[in-house]
């Protein structure tokens, strides 16, 4: 099983960039989604998820309604959509993977499956 992360990159703030999470050896329709990152000096944080069973997508804290989950069942690959980006939001981006999530998506130990990470940097 493999999720390859991709699509960081160098923005200005105020710019977009969508983040792409390709897997292999998983039917990621199957899994619940999760994006995660992790700043310089800070913990990892959850910022978006996708469920598995009915799709349903959600953004927390600091990013809600700037950035947006999504997933190509056809092409077995989820995004992240980010909008509006901020110098906060510099930070190594994970995706994750879970067959099944109990209560809290953003809790990281619920994921089985997990991305090698990207660079996100957000100038300003």
């Known amino acids: 099983v493999q999720l390859q992360a991709s699509g960081g990159g160098l923005v200005q703030a105020g710019g977009s960039l969508r983040l792409s999470c390709a897997a292999s050896?998983?039917?990621?329709?199957?899994?619940?989604i999760g994006w995660f990152r992790q700043a310089p000096g800070k913990e990892r944080e959850g910022v978006s998820y996708?469920?598995?069973?009915?799709?349903?997508?959600y953004s927390v804290g600091s990013v809600k309604g700037r950035f947006t989950a999504s997933r190509d069942n056809a092409k077995n690959t989820a995004y992240l959509q980010m909008n509006s980006l901020k110098p906060e939001d510099t930070a190594v981006y994970y995706c994750?993977?879970?067959?099944?999530?109990?209560?809290?998506?953003?809790?990281?130990?619920?994921?089985?499956?997990w991305g090698q990470g990207t660079l996100v940097t957000v100038s300003s």
């Open positions: 994750a993977a879970s067959p099944f999530i109990h209560g809290d998506y953003g809790d990281d130990d619920q994921y089985d499956y």
């Open positions: 050896g998983i039917i990621l329709e199957d899994y619940a």
């Open positions: 996708i469920s598995s069973n009915d799709d349903n997508t």
